[in-house]
């Protein structure tokens, strides 16, 4: 189980409370749980989040679970890292208007009601039904499911487990698992050459030449744009509109 955690803004430091929280699972010999913090990441998961992931599949743990810092609108990676993903909601805390965040439901192959034995519960699983009417439906066919739980009592806990096997079985037999796996290596790929790429050009970039840009920048000379089209000349990287005729200038230089 990887748990990540918010990192305080101010501090950077990170509480990791949720081993507190899962203190009967801790001593579990087949259960292993790694806290991580977030270290600034916006996705609701930790930079590395999908690495430890590789190293626990590696290990041979046959299920791995993440848990994200919470719900929002841009805390959407996770859908990006997992083969499945579950929204858990409580009745209280206004998470009947969480149910409608557009983002939210786009990503949920289950929603979990968590805190059923509270006043409200059947009206946020109403109104997640409800928003998942407007959501298009699935390629593959797949309707997901509404699930209310006790999770302190256990109740309802077997029925989610029983949808997530559920699940990845509907995506294995539709060819829909292949598909997810590659579209998540493929934007790895793409996040890893995003940093590399941009470490190689800060490294080529002059400071001084950095400092006249963002100067330029502030005092309203220049637009973002044109302040980065200058700055990749200087380097000798063309833009993504840049003539044929600059693209071959560029190869020519850099050979």
């Not at 700055?231 to 993504?240: E, Q």
Request: aromatic share 4%; with cysteine.
């Amino acid at each position: 189980m990887v748990a990540v955690d918010p990192t305080s803004p101010f501090t950077g430091g990170a509480l990791l409370g949720d081993r507190v929280r899962m203190g009967d699972l801790a001593g579990d010999p087949g259960v292993f749980i790694r806290s991580m913090a977030t270290r600034g990441s916006q996705g609701g998961l930790a930079v590395y989040t999908a690495q430890v992931c590789d190293v626990l599949d590696a290990a041979g743990f046959s299920r791995l679970l993440i848990e994200t810092v919470g719900v929002g609108q841009s805390e959407l990676e996770v859908a990006q890292t997992a083969d499945s993903t579950a929204v858990v909601l409580v009745p209280e805390s206004g998470d009947g208007v969480q149910a409608m965040k557009a983002g939210l439901m786009e990503i949920g192959d289950l929603f979990v009601i968590n805190k059923a034995d509270r006043d409200g519960a059947e009206r946020a699983a109403f109104a997640v039904r409800s928003a998942l009417e407007l959501r298009p439906k699935a390629d593959d066919g797949w309707a997901p499911p509404v699930l209310l739980t006790v999770a302190s009592e256990g109740k309802g806990v077997a029925e989610v487990v029983d949808r997530f096997e559920e699940h990845v079985a509907h995506l294995k037999s539709h060819g829909g698992l292949a598909g997810r796996r590659r579209r998540r290596v493929e934007q790895r790929m793409r996040d890893l050459l995003h940093a590399q790429l941009w470490e190689a050009f800060e490294a080529r970039v002059p400071e001084a030449a950095w400092a006249e840009a963002i100067e330029a920048l502030v005092a309203r000379e220049v637009t973002p744009h044109e302040a980065a089209a200058r700055l990749r000349r200087l380097v000798g990287t063309p833009g993504r509109n840049a003539t044929p005729e600059l693209r071959e200038r560029t190869a020519h230089s850099r050979s």
